[in-house]
């Protein structure tokens, strides 16, 4: 991953907005504000190449990072209370439609703020990419904010909490230390030549 060559790309509002895929994807999902686009800014090196919004659910579109090697994409956020039902749908349609486009998507990152239980929400995404079969793990944001023994009574029960996702990997993460980065471009990195030597 260069991450020098990250470019944003473009936007889409609407599932037949979405532009063909012509290189791996890698997806990040979670619920308003959980850190998505600070989670992409750090993993590229970036101060601002995604955009940080501090209000909840202002990520309405999915917004497409190209790389030398594959694409960072940033779904809309979801569980935001101050959406309005026809919004609500529209943003539930828009990814829906990315899921069920012939896409070269080889992981999803799902975000979870290391503080707090998954939501429903949180679990009800973990549900539908399990019965999809859509490859993903778990990054645990805002890891910073918890002490040594905070972070160790949120894993053991973060353990409990997706014992029906077995096997799920769990990465804490933190935008502030950089906490996480070097692992999770490791994997980005895996997943996408790991598939690419396959093919060949």
Do not use: C
């Not at 991450?3 to 012509?22: D, I, M, N, R």
């Not at 619920?31 to 501090?54: D, E, F, H, P, T």
């Not at 539908?128 to 778990?138: K, Q």
């Amino acid at each position: 991953m260069k991450v020098e060559s990250a470019v944003y790309e473009f936007s889409a509002g609407l599932a037949s907005h979405l532009k063909p895929s012509t290189l791996p994807e890698i997806a990040f999902s979670g619920r308003s504000n959980v850190g998505k686009s600070s989670l992409i800014n750090k993993l590229l090196n970036r101060k601002a190449l995604a955009r940080v919004s501090a209000t909840p659910g202002k990520t309405a579109t999915i917004n497409f990072y190209r790389l030398d090697t594959m694409r960072l994409v940033d779904l809309p956020g979801y569980g935001y209370a101050r959406v309005s039902d026809a919004e609500r749908r529209r943003w539930a349609g828009l990814i829906e439609g990315y899921f069920n486009q012939e896409r070269d998507l080889r992981l999803v990152l799902q975000l979870v703020d290391m503080r707090h239980p998954p939501s429903r929400d949180d679990i009800q995404m973990l549900n539908y990419m399990t019965d999809r079969e859509i490859p993903f793990v778990v990054v645990l944001t805002k890891a910073d904010k918890l002490n040594q023994s905070q972070r160790r009574q949120r894993l053991d029960s973060l353990n409990k909490e997706l014992e029906e996702f077995e096997g799920v990997k769990l990465f804490p993460f933190s935008s502030i230390t950089g906490e996480g980065v070097l692992e999770l471009r490791d994997i980005l990195d895996f997943v996408v030549s790991e598939e690419d030597e396959e093919v060949e």
